[in-house]
């Protein structure tokens, strides 16, 4: 299907058809991207103030056949949110429809449109006394609509799910035009198909989120944190196990940590205090979150003497203040700011069966070994299965000299995972950077369907063309 | 699109090209269902006993044009599972199919078969020390394959969600009769458009569900039942909040009663003890399920007190033995008994926003009396928004005497419910019942995906015609 550029043209049609509409030339922030892979080609920049004229401009832009590529906080890590080639399509920012439209505490609901930020949501929440569990390294720039498209994961997966499972209810402008007026509260809704979960996590393929119905949770009352030594990655899942059978769904994270990560803060000279003298070649973060009534640092000193007795941990700190558990957390999120420091060749967001995390954790090094000697540092959110396996160079070395053994890497890593019945993206999405990885390692029927799909509901292909499906 | 007969001609082929397919003529069994609104065509019935043979089956069809109608227990409520009109159909039946394929204790999950039926699923997690929580009155029949087809609800939709929640991964054989491998364990996978959701709740109409990964959650070690009285069910609505503050997760179910169905027992001669000398207007039945260590009779008690200071409870009874727990769900599932012996005109499985079911209830009578004199039995999963509401004809009279005024009735509800911000349908489904009010009360862009997906995937609409969209 050939598509028009977003010319001056087009532009100044849409001026005329969409009265009062903020266009104009894109600024260069809009065509990057955190990793640097993807420049986009510029073409205009709409910023729509409601569904109205979100709906008038890609009725118009479907008209005319010009490609439309949403755009939320930009914080994407797989570069869904450029357009590096093609046409120069129109860019649509959801900012300027940041509101908070309403919250129904008493139903744990928040409704809110695409464009307002998450930790604006998550504050709103807070403010009726709820959490909006979502939570993730961007939330002070990513959107409600970008975290929908891209089906965000985060810390808190494991006790509330990821951006999918928040949701209840979408305003959609599919590619026609067309306002689909999905804005329910409902828990439960069963007529017909279940196109809600088909638009979250499309990554702007299928049609524009303008808004969304959210669900909140209770604010735990009281917290507990614990960072425990454990022998191996299979004794950190048998603590996984142990600790939801104590603990029921209190456990809200159970976070792995490898040495590599701690030493990379010490090398990077990120000065963080380590709660063990020698750092442990593997631990666990545990944090729960418990209702009014229950004692987590007892929950988690329990925990620790049934673990003990099994073989399953052999040292332990648990927080004994808000500072200390502050601190734990401080020590988590320090890891990716290590890795970014030292600088990695190759990272993987990837996900497996819980039970065959052990042998990958075990047969991975091998794989990498016949490509290189390169340092690991595996980590990540071990209660959803989901691992980051970020490979880098031998100490002394540069990044850069490495760069002509990523595909290598990567296609080694993915290859096991794939092997072993994992997912090539747990959380971050497919974007344009795994595209051809898609077509590689997808089901082929599967595959199929989702062209199907794309081509009934988007004929002109003109949604965010090159993003997930090839173009 | 003109379809085929499934004739002695087509079923002749068919067994020489599925050497060994059990094929023979349709039971009549297979023709009927629960509410008898629906009376199938017999064409000719098979029963594969692998995927591949599913594969075949579905193959043939869609080269012959021949509708195909999956079938799992036939427990459904709305008609889904038979084709009254056209041609005579396939009638695919998973009954040989019900392998419980593996189960993963430490993962929490299990892998079935589509024709494994619900309460073998249920039986294979407690010999794993799991629970599977999907739970329903049907659950001595209804399979998986169905279940997840309907998406089915159920008792503990509030605490572990409903079917589509408890699903991981799908194998399903598409309408042009390729397998499609999606039996994943993953709880994180982000790669490309949700079909596992797409699929269900399709109710058979994009695919034939033929294996699944499914959930399991630790058993709570310790459970606990009160009955409460309530003044209003504004005060139910703001005892949920206040009991899932106190006891977060914790509550497994959560359900309103009304005297009407209290009544109903006495009048239909069930004998069922029940815990206050005179039945209240309103009471909720109330579940938990705590960790080890937890004790639910103290959270009983002290929610009971909390909610007695604040005016939201003026009796209660809390369980002292299992004996009692049992006995108070005995009552609860009593009512759906004791409604089919008084025979409703026309029965409602309705969900509202949980905020304004107060209101809907305050205000549906008004608009069924300006139809006659009816009695209700409005009763239901109010954790999850969800009533189901009944009409039942005057005390001394028979339910023949106003099936005159049932569409009328529905289409009252109907409008209140839609006005509200409603479904008309929370759990059922809408099978071919519902069709026409999908029709009348479904979003129009929603239903236009619909069927634009429908069209892409069964171009030749071979799946299920006539459930849940218009053949």
């Given at each position: 299907m050939d598509?028009?550029?977003?010319?001056?043209?087009?532009?100044?049609?849409?001026?005329i058809?969409?009265p009062?509409?903020?266009i104009?030339?894109?600024?260069?922030?809009?065509?990057?991207?955190?990793?640097?892979?993807?420049?986009?080609?510029?073409?205009?920049?709409?910023?729509?103030?409601?569904?109205?004229?979100?709906?008038?401009?890609?009725?118009?832009?479907?008209?005319?056949?010009?490609?439309?590529?949403?755009?939320?906080?930009?914080?994407?890590?797989?570069?869904?949110q450029?357009?590096?080639?093609?046409?120069?399509?129109?860019?649509?920012?959801?900012e300027r429809?940041?509101?908070?439209?309403?919250?129904y505490?008493?139903?744990?609901?928040?409704v809110?449109?695409?464009?307002?930020?998450?930790?604006?949501?998550?504050?709103?929440a807070?403010?009726?006394?709820?959490l909006?569990?979502?939570?993730?390294?961007?939330?002070?720039?990513?959107?409600?609509?970008g975290?929908l498209?891209?089906?965000?994961?985060g810390?808190?997966?494991l006790r509330?799910?990821n951006?999918?499972d928040?949701?209840?209810?979408?305003?959609?402008?599919?590619?026609?035009?067309r306002?689909?007026?999905?804005?329910t509260?409902?828990?439960?809704?069963?007529?017909?198909?279940?196109?809600?979960?088909?638009?979250?996590?499309?990554?702007?393929?299928l049609?524009v989120?303008?808004?969304?119905?959210?669900?909140?949770?209770?604010?735990?009352?009281?917290?507990?944190?614990?960072?425990?030594v454990?022998?191996?990655?299979q004794?950190?899942l048998?603590?996984?196990?142990?600790?939801?059978d104590?603990v029921?769904?209190?456990?809200?994270a159970?976070?792995?940590?490898?040495r590599?990560?701690?030493?990379?803060?010490?090398?990077?000279?990120?000065?963080q205090?380590?709660?063990?003298?020698?750092p442990?070649?593997?631990?666990?973060?545990?944090?729960?979150?418990?209702?009014?009534?229950?004692e987590?640092q007892?929950?988690?000193?329990d925990l620790?003497?049934t673990?003990?007795?099994?073989?399953?941990v052999?040292?332990?700190?648990?927080?004994?203040?808000?500072a200390?558990?502050?601190?734990f957390w401080?020590?988590?999120?320090?890891?990716?700011?290590?890795?970014?420091?030292?600088?990695s060749i190759?990272?993987?967001?990837?996900?497996?069966?819980?039970?065959v995390?052990?042998?990958?954790?075990?047969?991975?090094?091998?794989?990498?070994?016949?490509?290189?000697?390169?340092r690991?540092?595996?980590?990540?959110?071990?209660?959803?299965?989901n691992?980051?396996?970020?490979?880098?160079?031998?100490?002394?070395?540069?990044?850069a000299?490495f760069?002509i053994?990523?595909?290598?890497i990567?296609q080694?890593i993915?290859?096991?995972?794939?092997e072993?019945?994992?997912?090539?993206?747990a959380?971050?999405?497919?974007?344009?950077?795994?595209?051809?990885?898609?077509?590689r390692?997808?089901d082929?029927?599967?595959?199929?369907m989702?062209?199907?799909?794309?081509?009934?509901?988007?004929?002109?292909?003109?949604?965010?063309?090159?993003?997930?499906?090839?173009?």
């Amino acid at each position: 299907m050939d598509l028009t550029p977003a010319d001056d043209d087009f532009a100044a049609r849409l001026r005329i058809s969409v009265p009062g509409l903020d266009i104009g030339p894109v600024q260069a922030r809009y065509l990057e991207e955190p990793r640097g892979r993807y420049h986009g080609l510029g073409g205009w920049l709409v910023r729509p103030e409601n569904t109205q004229q979100v709906a008038a401009i890609v009725s118009a832009a479907n008209a005319a056949r010009v490609p439309v590529v949403p755009y939320g906080g930009g914080t994407g890590l797989v570069g869904g949110q450029v357009m590096p080639s093609g046409v120069p399509p129109l860019i649509l920012s959801l900012e300027r429809m940041r509101e908070i439209c309403a919250v129904y505490p008493l139903e744990n609901v928040i409704v809110a449109q695409a464009g307002a930020i998450l930790n604006e949501v998550q504050q709103a929440a807070r403010e009726h006394d709820r959490l909006f569990p979502l939570s993730l390294a961007s939330e002070g720039s990513a959107r409600i609509g970008g975290l929908l498209s891209t089906n965000a994961g985060g810390l808190n997966v494991l006790r509330y799910g990821n951006a999918r499972d928040q949701c209840l209810g979408l305003e959609v402008v599919l590619p026609d035009g067309r306002v689909w007026n999905g804005l329910t509260r409902l828990r439960k809704d069963n007529t017909g198909y279940d196109l809600r979960n088909l638009l979250i996590g499309a990554e702007g393929t299928l049609g524009v989120i303008t808004a969304a119905a959210l669900k909140l949770a209770p604010i735990p009352a009281e917290q507990g944190t614990a960072i425990l030594v454990v022998p191996s990655p299979q004794a950190a899942l048998d603590l996984l196990a142990v600790t939801r059978d104590q603990v029921g769904e209190g456990v809200s994270a159970f976070e792995l940590i490898h040495r590599q990560g701690l030493d990379f803060m010490t090398e990077a000279g990120l000065a963080q205090r380590q709660p063990f003298d020698a750092p442990p070649e593997w631990c666990v973060l545990i944090d729960l979150g418990l209702a009014a009534g229950h004692e987590p640092q007892t929950a988690l000193q329990d925990l620790f003497a049934t673990a003990l007795k099994q073989g399953l941990v052999s040292d332990g700190v648990i927080a004994q203040s808000e500072a200390q558990r502050a601190a734990f957390w401080t020590l988590r999120e320090a890891i990716p700011a290590a890795n970014r420091n030292i600088g990695s060749i190759s990272s993987h967001d990837i996900s497996l069966p819980l039970g065959v995390i052990p042998d990958f954790i075990a047969h991975a090094p091998d794989v990498i070994a016949r490509i290189g000697r390169f340092r690991i540092n595996c980590f990540g959110h071990l209660g959803d299965g989901n691992l980051h396996y970020n490979v880098f160079p031998p100490k002394g070395h540069e990044r850069a000299e490495f760069d002509i053994h990523r595909d290598a890497i990567k296609q080694a890593i993915y290859d096991l995972v794939n092997e072993m019945g994992g997912s090539i993206s747990a959380e971050h999405g497919i974007g344009r950077l795994k595209v051809g990885d898609l077509e590689r390692y997808g089901d082929p029927a599967r595959l199929d369907m989702m062209r199907a799909i794309k081509a009934a509901l988007d004929p002109n292909g003109i949604m965010n063309p090159g993003a997930v499906l090839r173009a």
